[in-house]
Each structure stands twice: as structure tokens, then as C-alpha cells.
């Protein structure tokens, strides 16, 4: 699989699973399901509560730990420099773990020094503990304050599907060497209907989620579809397997659509 560069110790696959919302047994069953297919970046995050559940996936699996992309968050109400040690020790001990790949903010705090956190995450890093520190839902803005820090930021995972095209935050990411992880894909299955996408189906007898994963991927989006069934999974995992035309890439790009964004929870600070 292909993949992307964060630092000089790791790679992060192109494609992964995401898990928000999967609890209990399915997660347990969703992540083994997609281990055996051969997914091998799974994401989670502290506040999805479904650590110990990937745990048990990965552990029953015996794919060897090397073979692995493990990407987890650090929560909101966890960013002073203490917090942020003990939720990083936690966050292993629950997915039995020795290194987390990529270590995310979660979602930008401005009540708490940006420096403080990323400097507590550095020293997990300095520690063996983590591979690559990276944000989640950070604006151009909550990245130049980060700038002011001397800690290395590999990645930002932001909502990123074709009615919601953050074409501006990419360019500014790709132009300070930060990856960008797409999150919520279909925009959780909202884009799925979208008409230009059913059209470019029927070139390739494919279907509208691998049309949106490969438009991703050929831009070097980092996608991490979430599923929970095999069928779905097995869809997504295939669209691996083919390429969208420049044309084609050039008729989603152009998607006309007013933003959506699909999550906006009352302490996002996209106006920053
Ligand atoms: P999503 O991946 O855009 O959409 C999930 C929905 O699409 C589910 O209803 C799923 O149905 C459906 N689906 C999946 N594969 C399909 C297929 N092949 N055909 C038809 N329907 C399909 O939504 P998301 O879960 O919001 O985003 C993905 C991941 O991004 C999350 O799980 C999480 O890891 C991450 N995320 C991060 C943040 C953040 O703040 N950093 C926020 C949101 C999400 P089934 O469940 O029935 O398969």
C-alpha cells in the first residue's frame, strides 16, 4: 500500500480504518475483519472509548506489531503537560501497546498554551513512547501558533470529502511539509448521493465510495473510511486496486457543492 512520509522514523499507509462510533464487540469484530483484509492503519482516539476493544483486534490477529500504523488522540480537557503524559501512558496501556505511530491533538484548545501541550507530546516522542505528533481540526491559524514551537507537526486530520473540498488548508499544509488525513470521507455518507459521482461509477463498474477514497488518495489524502460490515469494508479496501483519470480527478475537484461540514461540535473554533 501506498504510503506517505511523516518523519525519518515512520510512514503512514494511505488508507486506513477509522473507528469512531465502533464500541464493543463490532469493534472488535470490524477491526479484525478489516486486519484479515489487510488494512493495517487503524484510527482511533481517546474519546471514541474503544481502546481496549482495538487491543483485543490486534492482539488476536498476530499481525506483528512493526506491520502496524496505530494513530490515537489526545482529548481536549487533557492539554496541560501533566495530562497530556498520563492520557499518552494511558492511551498504551489500554491498546497494549508499547508506541503509538501518531500522536494527534485531538481539537485545538486556546484556553491552554499551544507550546505546553506539544512540548508534553514531544517528550512522549523523546521517550520511544510515540513515532509522530500531528493535530486534528486545526486551522491555518491554530497551525502558525503551533509554528511558534519547535516541535516537528507531521500531519493534520481535518473533515475532507467532495462537498466539502478544504482546498486552501491542503496547500497551506502541503506547503510546510504536514500530511493531511481525511476524516469522515462520505461525509458520513451524505456525499454518497452526489450526482457527478454515480456518473463516474459507471467507467470504471465501481462504486461511489472507492470514486471518493481514490479522488482522495490520488491527492495524497491520507482516507480513513469507518465501516461496519465486511461488505463495506472489502468496498473500501478495493478502491486501492484502480486510478481516477486527471479528468475525472478534475470533475470532483470542480463539485460546486455549498461547505458542509458534517462535524461541528460546539467547541470546534473553525472561525479562527
Ligand atoms: P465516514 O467514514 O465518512 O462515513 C461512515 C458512513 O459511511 C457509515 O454510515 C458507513 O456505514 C458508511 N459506509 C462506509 N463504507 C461504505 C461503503 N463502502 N458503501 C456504503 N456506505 C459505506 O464517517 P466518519 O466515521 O465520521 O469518518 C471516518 C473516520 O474519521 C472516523 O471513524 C474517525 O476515525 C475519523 N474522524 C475523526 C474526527 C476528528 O475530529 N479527528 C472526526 C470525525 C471522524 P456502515 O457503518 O454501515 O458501514
Redesign the pocket.
Given at each position: 500500500m501506498k504510503t506517505l512520509n511523516l518523519n525519518e522514523n515512520t510512514t503512514i499507509p494511505i488508507l486506513?480504518?477509522?473507528?469512531?462510533?465502533?464500541t464493543g464487540t463490532e469493534c472488535v469484530e470490524m477491526v479484525s475483519k478489516a486486519l484479515e483484509i489487510g488494512y493495517r492503519h487503524i484510527?482511533?482516539?481517546d474519546a471514541?472509548g474503544n481502546h481496549r476493544e482495538i487491543s483485543r483486534a490486534i492482539k488476536e490477529s498476530r499481525v506483528p506489531r512493526e506491520e502496524l500504523f496505530i494513530t490515537s488522540?489526545l482529548w481536549r480537557t487533557n492539554m496541560h503537560a501533566r495530562d497530556v503524559i498520563e492520557a499518552g501512558k494511558r492511551t498504551l496501556d489500554e491498546l497494549g501497546i508499547e508506541y503509538l505511530d501518531l500522536f494527534?491533538i485531538?481539537?485545538p484548545n486556546r484556553s491552554v498554551p499551544i507550546a505546553e501541550t506539544l512540548e508534553a507530546m514531544n517528550t512522549l516522542k523523546e521517550e520511544g513512547l510515540v513515532k509522530a505528533l500531528g493535530v486534528?481540526?486545526f486551522t491555518i491559524n491554530h497551525l502558525k501558533d503551533a509554528f511558534e514551537t519547535e516541535v516537528e507537526i507531521t500531519n493534520n486530520?481535518?473533515?475532507f470529502?467532495p462537498s466539502l473540498n478544504q482546498r486552501e488548508l491542503k496547500d497551506f499544509c502541503d506547503s510546510n511539509g504536514i500530511t493531511v488525513?481525511?476524516?469522515?470521507?462520505?461525509?458520513?455518507?451524505?456525499?454518497?448521493d452526489i450526482p457527478q459521482l454515480q456518473e463516474i461509477t459507471e467507467s470504471h463498474e465501481t462504486?461511489?465510495?472507492?470514486v471518493i477514497l481514490s479522488w482522495l488518495m490520488q491527492k495524497n489524502i491520507i482516507a480513513?473510511?469507518?465501516?461496519?460490515?465486511e461488505?463495506?469494508?472489502?468496498?473500501?479496501f478495493a478502491s486501492l486496486k484502480w486510478e481516477l483519470s486527471p479528468e475525472e480527478l478534475a470533475t470532483i475537484d470542480a463539485i460546486n457543492h455549498e461547505p458542509n461540514r458534517?462535524?461541528s461540535p460546539l467547541w470546534a473554533d473553525f472561525e479562527y
Open positions: 486506513g480504518l477509522g473507528t469512531w462510533k465502533l484510527d482511533t482516539a471514541y488522540k494527534l485531538h481539537w486534528s481540526n486530520q481535518i473533515e470529502h488525513t481525511g476524516y469522515s470521507p462520505f461525509a458520513r455518507g451524505e456525499d454518497l462504486t461511489v465510495p472507492q480513513i473510511p469507518k465501516a461496519s460490515s461488505k463495506h469494508l472489502q468496498d473500501n458534517t462535524v
